[in-house]
C-alpha cells in the first residue's frame, strides 16, 4: 500500500529565533526562541520590568534587536528592506497599554485611520468597515465621541477595534486589561476570543492579569528575571498544574510566593 503524504504543518505567523535584547550594554533577556501558529493566543509572561513589551516592539518592527532573529511569513524581518518591512508591518495589529487614540479624532476616525493607510477601499466603504468592527466591540453607538469621553474600559475597545479594522492575521496586546475592574477585563477577554474566531488572527498578548491569562491563552513563555531568559513554555494553564513547572513559573500562576533565591555566589 503507497504511504500517505504527511500532513504539512501550517508555516507560523511569526517566529523568534534566540533572540538578545539590551539597553545599550545592559542584558534585557536573551536566548528567546518560540513559534506562534496561526489561530493562536501566545502570552509572554514574566515579572515587572522584565522585558516583556520590550519583546513586543522587537516583534513588531519598533525596535531592532542585539542578535537573534524575528520572522514573519518565514521571512527575516530585520535583515529585510524598508518595502518588505512595510510590508510585513502592515501585517500585524497593536493594541497598546495606554490604547494610544488620537485625541483630536473621533472614535470612528481613529479606527478608520488604518483602512486608510493600509487598504484602497473608498471613503464609504471605509466608514462601513470601521462601523462593522466598532459593532463588533459595542462601541458603534459611541462612533462621533472624542476618546476623552470614553471610560478605560471602552478605550480599549476602541484600540481594539482600530487594530484589526484591516484584518491583520496578527494581533499583538500589550496589557490590554491593565486599569480595568473585573468585568471589564473578562469582557475584553471574550472580545479577544470572539475576534479570533471571526478573523482568524493569531494573537500575542503581554499581561500581568492571570484570570485572562488562564482564561484564554493557548500558549506562551515565561521570561526570567534572575536568569534573564526563557525558563517556561507552554499554555498557562499547563504550566499552572504541571509540577514539573519551574518553581518561580508555578508559584506566579498560582499567585504564590516565590521560591526562596540562592543568594551565593
Known sequence: ???????????????????????????????ISFTVAPRTIFAVMGGSGVGKSTLLRHMIGLLPPASGR?????????ASDPATRARLRARCGMLFQSAALWSSMTVLENVMLPLEQLTELDP?????????????????????????????????????????????????LDEPSAGLDPI??????????????????????????????????????????ESRQ???HGSPRALRDDAATHPTVRAFLRREEPPQRDMNP
Not at 70 to 78: K, R
Request: no cysteine; glycine share 8%.
Open 70 to 78: 524575528v520572522l514573519h511569513q518565514g521571512q527575516d524581518y530585520w
Open 124 to 172: 464609504a466603504a471605509r466608514r462601513e468597515r470601521a462601523m462593522e468592527v466598532l459593532g463588533w466591540v459595542g462601541l458603534d453607538s459611541s462612533a462621533a465621541f472624542l476618546p476623552e469621553r470614553l471610560s478605560g474600559g471602552m478605550k480599549k475597545r476602541a484600540g481594539l477595534a482600530r487594530a484589526i479594522a484591516a484584518e491583520p492575521p496578527l494581533l499583538f
Open 1 to 31: 500500500m503507497a504511504q500517505q503524504p504527511h500532513s504539512q504543518q501550517p508555516q507560523p505567523v511569526v517566529e523568534v529565533q534566540d533572540l538578545e535584547m539590551r539597553f545599550g550594554t545592559r542584558l534585557i533577556q536573551r536566548g
Open 230 to 232: 526563557p525558563i517556561a
Open 184 to 225: 471589564s477585563a473578562r469582557r475584553l477577554d471574550d472580545l479577544v476570543l470572539d475576534i479570533r474566531e471571526r478573523t482568524g488572527a493569531a494573537v500575542v498578548m503581554v499581561s500581568h492579569e492571570l484570570p485572562s491569562l488562564l482564561a484564554i491563552a493557548d500558549d506562551g513563555i515565561y521570561l526570567d528575571d
